[in-house]
């Protein structure tokens, strides 16, 4: 059913497409480079779509390069197909395609189109020639986040609004802990699972249960602001993901965000000048791809910074030994730091964390 | 497990429960008429985005709620056109009307993804009752909108079983031509019972947007449209057994991501899947009960209605 409305809107999408390159064609001049974004969800919802096109618009100023994106594509169905081949057509050079589900149909594309350059955001797979993947380290932001949240906490407890029990969730989970219990030992933080990306109501009725369950700071790793709002109303402090959230959510603290502007103008600027190379880039703070504000009104606002400061410098690691899991066991040994495949890879919570990651 | 979240756990139970409960009424009263609409999902969406954007707009969640009722009744109607007026399939319209609701309300709704919580519709005004312990919040401090849903049960019961009219509604929906040949105009019957339940969808919806999810973005419904017509066949087209149904069904909904912190380690996933099995069991039970005694189903339910054909 949501397929049949997806194949609507993707066909109406494409004839928009065809419709702004028709009309477009008209004042495209000087460099034949043209980047083109392809989008899972409406860019409205203010989190990981939202952050793409934020990175496009930025992208576009800095680099003088046309762009375009098409939005609500779903993964795995003919409509990516059709929207890639229709870039693809009208000239587009570079294309990024923006959701992990992406990734097989971007390698066949990349492969069938040697000229085009294809950058995969939040995927492993890459060739040679024209087709590389993009990500960001986010835990490096969540640790501070964490900060931040073991320092506000009262009840010495943390509210965790989470998707589904994968790598990249574990490891901000992780992260936030680690973080939290830096500034205060006593710190526990408690998971919920609500299996679904984005679902207001679940998100806030989760919310709303870990806040019943004694936390007064919350988190989320979630695509709606659902869970800002059952703070706001209980009066508990809320710590965002993805954006800025202050204008929509009255208990925001900060939160640890995306900003895709530079990554993408640097790919752009590559291809335009015939020197991109692929690569499994997973930038960090220091690439500025991921960031987080420091809220001055927090008591270590200071330690954060310089917590942010060593990060940004490379003199500190966020999963640096001695750290245990849930069960005593050692996850990273004393004075070691762990590797980027076993981040990749995670799938225990660290000592503190509250939950289970079965899902 | 302590009383404050087990006192959180009730208060999302009744909640959840009668937001169902006023979609579920709605299917109810178009279904005893005869005419199954498989459009509550979409009703329920183009509702809740009416609600977000009037109870926004006027500052009033009375407004949102007038506003929503009047969106999901027009939306309703389509059906009513095609699948009683035209005599056209009532799945396929009434898939159509899913489909095509909630393409409406993204559309709708694209510029307040994520906007600010909007008014809601606030508690009653009965003073004590609402500080007593534990009956409290669960009962008395429930927005006023739950309580109208009650009272929308009661009045529905009483018109379908106490007055002519429901008596009336139900022949349409047991015997067509026997109806038509009383004298009932089946057409109109139908039209307005789809209608009234367009409206209650409406309703749902803007219970949904303004209360639960405390705002609007696309997929907000999330399936609990479909749950709302698994609800009438597991309450057995009757208000008081919905109701009952609405209460579990709501329970699960709220259930879904307590259990995990309750410390019960079973996947949301295996929980938002109960309702259907439910649904699933009862219809077998009363599959089995109907080769001994008549169905429990109104009988018409589905067919469309020609005079000339019999």
Redesign the interface.
């Known amino acids: 059913m949501t397929r049949t409305l997806r194949t609507l809107t993707a066909l109406i999408a494409t004839l928009g497409l065809l419709a702004a390159a028709c009309g477009g064609s008209d004042d495209a001049g000087g460099s034949d480079t043209k980047a083109a974004f392809v989008m899972v969800a409406p860019v409205g919802d203010a989190g990981w779509n939202f952050m793409h096109n934020e990175g496009r618009l930025a992208a576009e100023a800095a680099t003088g390069v046309e762009t375009a994106f098409v939005e609500a594509i779903p993964e795995g169905g003919a409509e990516f197909d059709t929207a890639v081949q229709q870039f693809i057509d009208d000239g587009y050079t570079v294309i990024f395609s923006t959701s992990f589900g992406y990734m097989d149909a971007t390698e066949k594309f990349a492969n069938e189109n040697p000229d085009v350059v294809f950058e995969h955001i939040s995927g492993f797979k890459m060739n040679d020639t024209n087709f590389g993947n993009t990500f960001g380290r986010m835990y490096q932001p969540r640790y501070i986040a964490g900060m931040a949240a073991g320092a506000a906490t009262e009840t010495n407890k943390i509210g965790y609004v989470a998707a589904f029990p994968i790598p990249e969730v574990i490891r901000g989970i992780n992260a936030f802990t680690l973080g939290a219990q830096r500034v205060n030992p006593d710190v526990e933080v408690e998971v919920a699972w609500t299996a679904t990306w984005f679902d207001p109501t679940v998100e806030g009725n989760t919310a709303q249960a870990l806040l019943d369950a004694g936390a007064d700071v919350l988190t989320m790793h979630q695509d709606s602001t659902a869970t800002g709002q059952a703070a706001t109303d209980a009066g508990a402090t809320f710590i965002g993901y993805h954006s800025d959230m202050s204008s929509q959510v009255d208990a925001y603290l900060t939160a640890p965000v995306w900003d895709w502007g530079d990554r993408y103008a640097d790919v752009i600027n590559a291809a335009a000048n015939g020197e991109y190379t692929p690569e499994s880039w997973w930038g960090g703070m220091a690439d500025g791809v991921v960031d987080i504000e420091i809220p001055t009104s927090s008591p270590v606002a200071s330690e954060m910074q310089a917590v942010k400061d060593q990060i940004i410098a490379g003199e500190f690691d966020v999963f640096e030994g001695e750290i245990l899991t849930q069960s005593g066991d050692v996850m990273v040994a004393d004075g070691e730091k762990m590797d980027d495949g076993s981040m990749l890879g995670m799938s225990d919570f660290v000592a503190g964390v509250i939950g289970s990651t079965d899902g | 497990m302590n009383e ?2 087990v ?3 009730l208060v ?1 139970v009744v909640a959840f429960g009668l937001m169902l409960y006023l979609a579920a009424l709605g299917e109810l009263i178009a279904e005893k008429a005869g005419v199954l609409n498989l459009g509550v999902e979409g009703m329920m969406a183009v509702g809740g985005v009416a609600a977000f954007w009037s109870g926004t707009e006027f500052g009033s969640p009375v407004i949102g709620l007038i506003i929503a009722g009047i969106a999901g009744g027009l939306l309703s109607l389509i059906h009513a056109l095609v699948a009683v007026v035209l005599g056209g399939d009532q799945v396929v319209s009434g ?1 159509a009307l ?2 095509f609701g ?2 409406l309300a ?1 559309f709708a709704g ?2 307040y ?5 909007v008014p809601q519709f606030g508690a009653l005004p009965l003073g004590p009752l609402r500080e007593l312990r534990i009956i409290g919040p669960v009962v008395f401090n429930q927005s006023w909108l739950a309580w109208f849903a009650v009272v929308l049960g009661l009045g529905t019961w009483f018109v379908l079983e106490r007055t002519s009219i429901g008596l009336g509604l139900r022949a349409v929906g047991e015997s067509a031509a026997t109806a038509d040949t009383a004298g009932r105009s089946v057409v109109r019957t139908r039209v307005i019972a789809v209608g009234v339940g367009g409206i209650l969808a409406g309703f749902a919806g803007a219970y ?1 947007t303004l209360n ?4 609007w ?4 419904t ?1 399936g ?1 449209g479909w749950i709302a017509v698994a609800l009438v066949i597991f309450g057995a087209w009757r208000p008081g057994r919905t109701a009952v149904g609405a209460l579990l069904f709501g329970g699960l ?2 259930l ?3 259990l ?2 309750f410390g019960v ?1 079973i ?3 295996l929980v ?1 899947m109960l309702p259907y099995v439910l649904t699933i069991g009862v219809l077998i039970i009363f599959s089995i009960q109907s080769r001994r005694r008549p169905s429990v189903a109104p009988a018409a339910i589905g067919r469309a209605y020609r005079r000339e054909e019999r």
């Open positions: 404050v979240t006192v959180g756990l999302d898939l899913t489909i909630l393409g993204a694209k510029d993804v994520s906007l600010p919580a949904l639960l999810a405390k705002g973005s696309e997929g907000v999330a609990r909904l709220a879904e991501p307590r995990q912190t380690n996947s949301p996933i938002s």
